[in-house]
């Protein structure tokens, strides 16, 4: 099974961290991962993409044209990508940032509210981390379990007290 998957929002919001994290599960489960970040040159306001894709063959390429799963932190960003989601595809997406919904019937919205829940948990920077749980529930592309582990990797030396507070937010939508 291989799934496509592009993350898509602005610069500061964990784009390529959740990236990186999906990408690094899939890895310590024995899947073979491709993972390509994109991102302006602004950083922090601007925007940020990546692409990651696994599966349980080889992969031949990098590059997607279409996305089974994509993955959308601000209105700009589902304006802009929704296109690419092939039909019967699925698009997550913050509704916290996010008014306006999926314009089409042939893919599967789900809808979270990441900023917000981010807020109820006492630290808005969690938002990335409450979208990636969401992920794994709706897409089971990787197993909470190596997301923990992988969180366990991360979160070390002087990260290391932010620790519970990932692994709480990754779990609201469990």
Known sequence: MKTRMFFAGSGGQ??????????????????????MPSYGPEMRGGTANCTVIVSDSTINCPLINEADVLIVMNQPSLIKFEGMVAAGGKVII???????????????CVEVDA???????GNEKTANMIMLGAIVASTGVVGFDS???????????????FLPLNEKAVRVYA
Do not use: C
């Not at 940032?97 to 999926?102: D, G, K, T």
């Not at 900023?115 to 948990?121: F, I, S």
């Not at 997301?147 to 007290?161: E, N, P, S, W, Y």
């Open 115 to 121: 900023n917000g829940k981010a807020v109820e948990l």
């Open 94 to 108: 913050n509704t916290s940032l996010i008014e306006a919904r999926p314009g089409r019937d042939d893919i599967e």
């Open 14 to 35: 964990g784009i390529l961290l959740m990236g990186q994290l999906i990408a690094k599960a899939a890895m310590y489960e024995g899947k073979e991962v491709t993972f």
């Open 147 to 161: 997301i923990d582990h992988v969180l366990q990797t991360v979160f070390t030396g002087d990260k290391a007290r």
